[in-house]
């Protein structure tokens, strides 16, 4: 046990300085903002003083640099110089709710693009796991292949298969159908999602998969389960751990991805990922905001694993009864 | 909007061969060895063992890429002077803007955008600059000085400039139509074969141009106009990009898009059916200019830096490398008459109608982001979206604690 605990320390330094503590300041940041106040303490805002425009006043002394400013303001309950303070606020949760659309549209579209996987993966799991050791592997390797390219370069060769000159269209064509408008849309933002996520639901659902003995199938059977019962009662509830961890894995990337409704909704499908890439990299810049936004995201994305999680014991004790 | 930007080769070639035969340099003066670099106490800091801090756009400066003129910029400064260089490369004013904030990191010199300047002077961020360690800010144009965003010019020496037009395909579109306006982008002739900007800050300043009114506009009702107009757009709109511009106007997927001329010069090599126009409304033209921040170590050597871009010689490569309009007069005399008159130069007309960003109250900003996020996400907008996200999360929480209470049962059973 204490060698264990041993090992576990560089993992524990890791976590700390790369997890913990950026959660920390993430929390710091969405309840709390930064105001000018002057030496009195009193909070003000520099753009009411009517000095936008930068070369105007002199935040040590109050001095006047430039009178280019159109409205001459009061400044003289000023007292100066003008410092930076950091306040608590609720202001950045607030603020939050005028963007849940958005957030709304990003959950909904994840768990269309989680089922959508789960549906492929399930019955594809199951047939790799059933298959002899050397196809398995060739399998789990096709599996894989895509993930050994870019995630940004495979998600730009969706964007020239689906445009309306691109692959999927000229083949159409020479068969004399289309063009069709595949890109830019609610769909097209799915199908990345799905694509590039896919591996994620069938690994997880594959190991779990292979884990069930053949033989359990088998003394089902005997004592006279039909297919649906052995589905029912034998491998779904065995595979359980693998759907969760498998949902886990799909949604949670999926509901804050950023690029793909970038590249594949033609920029109308704003997703939450989107929203807090502009408040921090972006025009919009506020990472107040933006830290706010990651919080919320967190607490929706914590609910969902805790009730895939729930689901997850629940039938693991149920197999152990 | 920097990421893109190609060398030019005919330009280079085109503008040397005038250089060499050019009253301003002798013939010999042409390799930068023998260079003679105007009349500077550029000796001050040799041997000091002294270093500048440079933070500036990726892409944004010449360096030896191995063709037969190259010009290392940095290299020949530290030749010059006996000053080293360290590089390095921003994506994003707000991406600069945030690194210098957290203030982990000391830069001498900077080159951010006009609106990002004004910002940073508002929020006391940037050094006076010390003009006479300057002398050649004379170079620079009359109209490039005491800009919105530095109305005193005491922070900033203008660097590179650029205009936003229209970019239109030919062969897509209709020859009877007028592409220098704004309205063409409101068209329903060209439904589905518009792209516009998937920037707040862009896309609001076409529609207030097209509505005539100030792209600095802090009227709620006139943003809100513009977003109106915006959304009767969106019906036409292909799709909302930035860089993917560059390959959707490549590939002739789309028959218009606003963009900046520096770069429809880079899609227009591409594409030779690519044509630009500057819109008669008006339009935005953006200036990135360099700045010391404050906190700079070496203030004097950064405002020796400053002065060597803007050597004639160094901003005329510069120039030639990134492929975007100079503020500098001389370097503009230098160039040839095509590149004089190609879209990177708009006529007097057009730059005087055109505006430049400045930063906008936090209030504005925020109207402006809550606009634009509605505009975006109005199609995904389903009404049955919460109500379904709800009964789902209640019956999956229902379902869930009923069978553990059943299962409680039978165990103690």
Redesign the interface.
């Known amino acids: 046990m204490k060698q264990t605990s041993k090992a576990a320390v560089p993992y524990i330094i890791w976590m700390s300085v790369f997890i913990v503590i950026p959660l920390f300041l993430i929390g710091v940041f969405a309840f709390t903002t930064t105001v000018t106040v002057d030496a009195a303490g009193n909070i003000i ?3 009411t003083l009517g ?6 006043i002199d ?2 002394t109050g001095e006047l ?2 009178d ?1 400013s159109e409205e001459e303001t009061d400044i003289s309950w000023v007292t100066f110089p003008l410092t ?1 303070k950091t306040i608590f606020t609720l202001d950045n949760i607030f ?1 939050v709710s ?5 957030l ?2 990003s ?2 579209l994840a768990l269309i693009a989680t089922a959508i996987c789960l549906i492929i993966s399930y019955p594809l799991s199951y047939m790799i796991s059933r298959m002899n050791f050397q196809r398995q592997n060739i399998m789990l390797m096709l599996v894989m292949l895509p993930m050994w390219m870019n995630f940004l370069l495979r998600t730009y060769a969706w ?2 298969l689906l ?3 691109g692959w999927i269209n000229k083949l159409l064509a020479l068969i004399g159908l289309g063009p069709f ?1 595949m ?2 849309s ?1 769909g097209a933002v799915v199908l990345g999602m799905v694509y590039n996520y896919l591996p994620f639901m069938i690994l997880p659902l594959y190991s779990i998969m292979t884990k069930i003995d053949e033989r359990t199938i088998e003394s089902a059977q005997d004592l006279g389960a039909g297919a649906l019962a052995v589905f029912g009662r034998v491998i779904l509830p065995l595979s359980m751990p693998g759907i969760a961890s498998g949902i886990t894995m799909v949604f949670v990337p999926a509901v804050s991805t950023f690029i793909i409704s ?2 594949l909704g ?5 997703l939450i990922g989107d ?1 807090i890439d ?1 408040q ?8 107040n905001l933006g830290a706010a936004m990651s919080l919320v995201l967190m607490i929706f994305v914590l ?1 969902c694993m805790s ?1 895939t999680n ?2 997850d014991n ?1 039938e693991m ?2 197999v152990l ?1 | 909007m920097k990421k893109y930007i190609k060398i030019i080769k005919p330009l280079i070639a085109l503008s040397l061969t005038l250089m060499m035969f050019s009253p301003v340099c002798a013939p010999a003066a042409a390799s930068y060895e023998s260079y003679e670099y105007s009349d500077y106490d550029w000796d001050r800091f040799r041997g000091k063992n002294m270093s500048v801090n440079v933070y500036n756009w990726g892409e944004y400066i010449s360096v030896d890429d191995g063709e037969e003129d190259a010009f290392d910029t940095n290299k020949a400064f530290t030749e010059l002077t006996g000053i080293r260089v360290n590089y390095s490369n921003f994506a994003s004013n707000e991406e600069m803007y945030a690194k210098l904030k957290s203030g982990g990191s000391s830069y001498d010199i900077i080159i951010p955008s006009d609106y990002m300047i004004a910002r940073m002077a508002n929020e006391n961020m940037l050094e006076k600059i010390n003009f006479s360690n300057v002398p050649n800010f004379s170079y620079i144009a009359e109209n490039f000085r005491n800009n919105a965003f530095d109305v005193t010019n005491e922070y900033s020496v203008p660097y590179m400039w650029g205009i936003m037009g229209i970019i239109y395909n030919k062969t897509l579109f209709d020859e009877s139509d007028n592409p220098a306006t704004w309205d063409i982008l409101w068209n329903e002739k060209y439904a589905k074969d518009i792209l516009m900007f998937s920037n707040s800050r862009d896309s609001f300043a076409i529609s207030l141009f097209r509505l005539g009114y100030s792209v600095n506009t802090t009227d709620e009702n006139e943003l809100r106009e513009a977003a109106a107009e915006l959304s009767k757009q969106k019906l036409l709109i292909q799709a909302y990009v930035m860089d993917e511009i560059f390959d959707k106007m490549g590939g002739g997927e789309a028959a218009l898009a606003p963009y900046y001329a520096g770069d429809a010069i880079t899609m227009m090599e591409d594409n030779p059916d690519l044509e630009f126009v500057v819109p008669e409304e008006g339009t935005n033209v953006f200036i990135d200019a360099m700045c010391i921040p404050k906190g700079a170590k070496n203030k004097e050597a950064a405002e020796m830096y400053i002065n060597f871009l803007c050597e004639t010689r160094v901003a005329l490569k510069n120039c030639e490398y990134i492929g975007y309009s100079t503020p500098h007069i001389a370097v503009y005399e230098l160039l040839d008459d095509e590149t004089k008159e190609s879209i990177s130069y708009p006529s007097e007309e057009a730059l005087s109608k055109a505006q430049e960003y400045i930063t906008l109250p936090s209030d504005t900003t925020r109207l402006l982001d809550s606009l634009w996020t509605e505009l975006m996400s109005q199609t995904g907008k389903n009404p049955w979206l919460s109500p379904v996200l709800i009964v789902v999360s209640v019956t999956l929480i229902i379902f869930i604690n009923v069978r553990r209470y059943r299962k409680k049962k039978t165990r103690e059973l």
């Open positions: 805002d520099p753009e000095y936008m425009d930068g070369a105007g935040r040590e640099t430039a280019e930076e603020a005028d963007y849940l659309p958005v709304f549209l959950i909904w964007m020239t445009e309306r000159n408008e890109i830019n609610q970038r590249m033609g920029g109308t499908n704003m929203l502009l921090f990299l972006g025009n919009a810049y506020n990472p609910l009730l729930q689901l629940e004790e149920s009864l």
